[in-house]
């Protein structure tokens, strides 16, 4: 989980992950708020914030996905048949 220095520009290779795995897996899955959870963890463990800040907000990212997803995308793959 380290962060990229490229250019001046920092990428969090976390949250892209974090994103993608949110966005592939099927809607029905937790699995991705899972891996928010531990990425949060490992995160907050490293970091100078309070236990639970990092975790909280990657939880939240990867639920406002999850809900997103499943209420206002329609994805043929996922669908039932």
Known sequence: MA????KGVVINIALIILFLLNILEPPEKN???FAAGTFGFFWDIFSEKFIGFHILILVVFAFL?????????????FAPR
Not at 3 to 6: E, G, M, S
Not at 65 to 77: A, N
């Open 65 to 77: 996905i999850k809900t997103i997803l499943v209420r206002y995308v329609r994805i043929k793959i």
């Open 3 to 6: 962060h990229f220095d490229i």
């Open 31 to 33: 699995n991705g708020i």
